[in-house]
C-alpha cells in the first residue's frame, strides 16, 4: 500500500495520528504530517486505511502500486 497527505485539505482532527501514529504526526496546531515515504508495509494497513476511511476531510489518499511479477 502507498499513501499520500495533502496538508493542504486537513483540517487538524488528528484521528489519522490516532489510528496509524507511525505514520502521521500532529504539528503544533493539529495539523498532520506523513512519517516516511508513504510505503505502508502489509503488517500496518488495516491501521492505515482506518485512518484514510475516518479523515473527515479526505486528505490521505491511497496511491495504486503496479502489480509486481514477471515481465510479459
Known amino acids: 500500500m502507498q499513501i499520500r497527505l495533502d496538508r493542504t485539505m486537513c483540517d487538524g482532527f488528528g484521528l489519522c495520528a490516532k489510528h496509524a501514529p507511525g505514520y502521521f504526526s500532529l504539528d503544533d496546531w493539529g495539523y498532520a504530517s506523513l512519517i516516511g515515504n508513504g510505503t505502508v508495509p502489509e503488517q500496518d494497513q488495516d ?11 479526505h486528505a490521505i489518499i491511497a496511491v495504486p502500486v503496479p502489480a509486481t511479477g514477471p515481465p510479459r
Open 47 to 57: 491501521a492505515v486505511h482506518r485512518a484514510l476511511l475516518d479523515c473527515p476531510v
